[in-house]
């Protein structure tokens, strides 16, 4: 049941409490009025070639837009983060080995195959775009992109690896076979860090 209005008083006491809005033409809001508009670069080009007639257009009459001198492109230096993941990469590979580490060091190539074929086949297609990467990239990326073994972004891989194991979260031991590879074209820095930064 819905609770019982207060009635009564005095209606000309409570209408003068109460302020009332007025639609006239003395309360009209309006907007500051702005500084003149001033026509765009655009419509005054448009109007220059709408004096000359198409039939006496001729090439000399259109003036090509000037460009800005080109500056000379600086190499690029490494970003902060690659800086930092190559310490914390550079820190780990400098670590005893450990029984994992021997493990993936005497992992083949043969067995790197079987375990991404397995991967593949948990999935319903085929990666459509990773034609071009090698064996050891899908397996980095993959791994990447594995959240079960915690954050990617701002760790090395190699220190990611070994934190999921000290944490009991069997990381594969392909990735680290991979990782412990001293080849030139294994990254440290997770792609989806690169893509970020």
Not at 149 to 158: F, K, M, N, V, W
């Amino acid at each position: 049941m819905a609770p019982a209005r207060r009635r009564g008083g005095n209606p000309a006491a409570t209408r003068a409490n109460q302020s009332t809005l007025s639609f006239g033409s003395q309360s009209r809001v309006t907007k500051p009025s702005a500084t003149p508009s001033t026509r765009s670069q655009k419509a005054k080009d448009l109007e220059s070639i709408d004096a000359f007639p198409p039939e006496k257009l001729s090439i000399q009459d259109v003036s090509e837009p000037e460009q800005a001198p080109a500056t000379p492109i600086e190499p690029s230096q490494p970003h902060v983060a690659e800086i930092a993941v190559r310490e914390q990469a550079r820190t780990e590979t400098q670590q005893p080995f450990s029984e994992e580490d021997e493990k993936a060091k005497s992992t083949t190539q043969r067995q790197l195959q079987q375990y991404w074929n397995k991967e593949e086949t948990k999935r319903l297609a085929p990666r459509v775009h990773q034609g071009d990467l090698t064996l050891h990239e899908k397996i980095l990326r993959h791994f990447d992109l594995s959240s079960q073994y915690g954050p990617c972004i701002g760790i090395a891989r190699l220190k990611r690896w070994r934190r999921a194991n000290m944490l009991g979260l069997s990381p594969p031991m392909e990735v680290l076979a991979v990782l412990l590879k001293q080849d030139e074209d294994i990254k440290q820095r997770a792609y989806v860090d690169e893509l970020l930064s």
